[in-house]
């Protein structure tokens, strides 16, 4: 079963817009929380990542927002641009006993209206 | 530049046939390798975690006879697909890292090879 749930499946937004996705999780002893993002054909690139122990970080136009309690985090894109068309994975894992063997979402496809 | 070097990037093969997948890691030792597999416009689903010099570890209804791993060094794992049939046609990943744990090293993923089975 889908150990992280992710939403909405895809999204328009036009350009200059603000793209918001958001996964939820079941699983506590996650630990570590990432964002990758794929065009076609290609491997997924780590976008930004969170840990547990802070609410929010910013890198550039994403930002990820993280609610510990209600289990829930969400990827927020600003100023949208065309070139950001892709689909957007969330991921989880429990970094200290498996480095890395992450939990995907189901993704979201991203598309910016110029 | 790319980190993690996957090859062939699409490979055709007839049905019966097997395929080799080739995942290096281009300046840093991978003590562990992860491969992936991801069917059209869904997520990727961990098939199984490789570590040098260490037997695979298969997740759940992955046939380990079918999708034979290899990490025989610390910078090359191989996936095999085994006598291939058109239902394993798909985008098949891998991911890397110097782990995090040690080194605080992040992820790398390849940029996939597309498998298609005729």
């Known amino acids: 079963q889908q150990q992280v749930k992710q939403s909405p499946q895809s999204l328009i937004v036009q350009k200059g817009g603000i793209s918001i996705i958001n996964c939820a999780y079941e699983n506590t002893a996650f630990d570590y929380f990432p964002w990758y993002q794929q065009f076609p054909g290609k491997g997924p690139a780590l976008l930004i990542a969170i840990r547990p122990d802070v609410s929010e970080k910013k890198e550039g136009r994403f930002t990820i927002s993280f609610n510990k309690s209600a289990k829930q985090f969400s990827l927020h894109i600003m100023d949208s641009q065309p070139g950001d068309s892709a689909t957007y994975f969330c991921a989880a894992s429990i970094m200290v006993f498996s480095d890395y063997k992450l939990s995907f979402g189901a993704g979201t496809t991203v598309t910016v209206r110029a | 530049g790319a980190v993690v070097s996957q090859h062939p990037s699409w490979v055709i093969c007839k049905s019966g046939t097997s395929v080799k997948i080739e995942c290096r890691s281009l300046d840093f030792q991978a003590t562990t390798m992860f491969w992936y597999r991801q069917f059209p416009k869904q997520s990727l689903m961990l098939m199984a975690t490789s570590n040098e010099g260490s037997k695979a570890t298969y997740e759940q209804g992955v046939e380990k006879d079918k999708f034979l791993i290899n990490h025989a060094s610390l910078t090359l794992s191989t996936l095999t697909v085994t006598s291939a049939h058109p239902e394993d046609s798909s985008f098949y990943i891998c991911?890397?890292?110097?782990?995090?744990?040690?080194?605080?090293?992040?992820?790398?993923f390849g940029n996939g090879t597309r498998l298609t089975v005729t």
């Open positions: 991911s890397s890292s110097a782990g995090f744990s040690t080194n605080n090293s992040p992820l790398h």
